[in-house]
Each structure stands twice: as C-alpha cells, then as structure tokens.
C-alpha cells in the first residue's frame, strides 16, 4: 500500500518523496569525524604575544589550565627544539633526538586526559633574567617549580624544579618559544622526567 500527501498544489504525491530531504540531512553527521570542543574559556585565555611578557604569560596559564590548544600555540612551528636535562633523559636520547612541537603536544595532550577538569597546575618562575641578542630575539633564562596533580598514580612527582633556558622569537610581530634547555637544580624529578614519561603513557 502507497501513502500519498498533497503538494502545494494539492496534487496527490507518494509521501516517500517528502522524506528523501530528511533522510540524507539524518546522515550528514556520519560524513564528518567529530572531536570535542574546547573547554569554554580556551580560547579567551590566548592574549597576542606581542610583548616577552605575554607570551611567557599565555605560557604559565596554558601549563596551569593543561590548555594544549594554547601551550601549542606558544613554539613556533618546525623549527622549535627541546634539549632534556641529560641526567633525566636517561637511557632515553633517541626519544628527545628531534623533539619538537608534536612532541609537545602529544606529551600534554596525554597530562590533560589524566588531568580532572575542575584541576589547575601551579606554576612560578623565579630568578629570571633577560639576554636581548636583537630586536626579534631573546633568551630567558629561570628557576621554575611545577606542582601538577594529575590521575596516574604511577608518576609520583607532585612537584618538579629546575632551571629552563628560553630562546624566543619575533615574527609578524609576535613572539613564540624556537628552543627550551631544561636543567635540573634538585636530587627531585625536573621538566624533562614529566615529558618523559607522558610522552609513552
């Protein structure tokens, strides 16, 4: 048995016509390959790093809020490198052999995923100094204390130190991170054992 429904002209038509428009708008969504979206507030967070201190400030809060989109957008590109502490790093040199942003991101991406949503970091810096080689370079050089409290019970750090060693860059007149030295001043873990460890768990 067919079902007929009126057109606007008052025609009879099959109503499985009428239908056909619905049904392929119902399987638009398996076209596409969803992700979720950013927490609210991520994108808020980002301020243009036109000065050093913006950016090392869009730094700190990305580390604190484990913000990946943002600690991301804090290197510059193919040319960033990261040098481990040598003491940490181990019997693992091939893993920071070419360290460079995706490194970055999938080492974070994989703190954010054991990180609880309502969790922030603490990070501070101190004993900062500033060597300004031209107009569109720096390095920055400091004492960082990290406290993280993530889920893995396996790492057992809740407090990392050490000393980094920043090279910045000016391009289209923003400023992003193109080398990271880290440095360990403690018998404690330091920055190079968190990456260390995220980065294959």
């Not at 009428?18 to 808020?44: D, I, N, T, V, Y």
């Not at 181990?90 to 995923?113: C, D, H, I």
């Not at 060597?131 to 990290?146: F, H, K, M, P």
């Not at 993530?150 to 289209?172: K, P």
Request: proline share 6%; hydrophobic share 35%; aromatic share 10%.
């Amino acid at each position: 048995m067919k079902l007929w429904c009126r057109n606007s002209n008052g025609q009879p038509r099959p109503r499985g016509r009428a239908l056909l428009p619905l049904l392929g708008l119902l399987a638009l969504p398996a076209c596409f390959q969803l992700r979720e979206p950013e927490p609210a507030g991520a994108a808020s967070e980002w301020i243009q790093p036109t000065q050093v201190d913006i950016l090392l400030s869009n730094f700190i809060t990305a580390v604190q809020h484990v913000n990946v989109a943002n600690y991301e957008r804090t290197f510059s590109g193919p040319t960033y490198r990261f040098v481990p502490d040598p003491t940490s790093a181990g019997s693992s040199p091939a893993l920071f052999a070419n360290w460079s942003v995706p490194e970055e991101t999938t080492y974070f991406s994989s703190l954010r995923r054991r990180t609880a949503a309502t969790v922030n970091n603490t990070l501070i810096l101190t004993d900062r100094r500033d060597q300004l080689y031209t107009a569109d370079s720096v390095e920055i050089t400091a004492l960082y204390q990290l406290k993280i409290t993530q889920q893995d019970t396996a790492f057992h750090a809740g407090t990392l130190q050490g000393n980094l060693r920043l090279i910045l860059r000016r391009r289209n007149n923003e400023w992003r991170i193109v080398a990271w030295r880290d440095q360990r001043t403690t018998p404690g873990l330091c920055w190079t054992d968190l990456k260390k460890y995220f980065s294959s768990h």
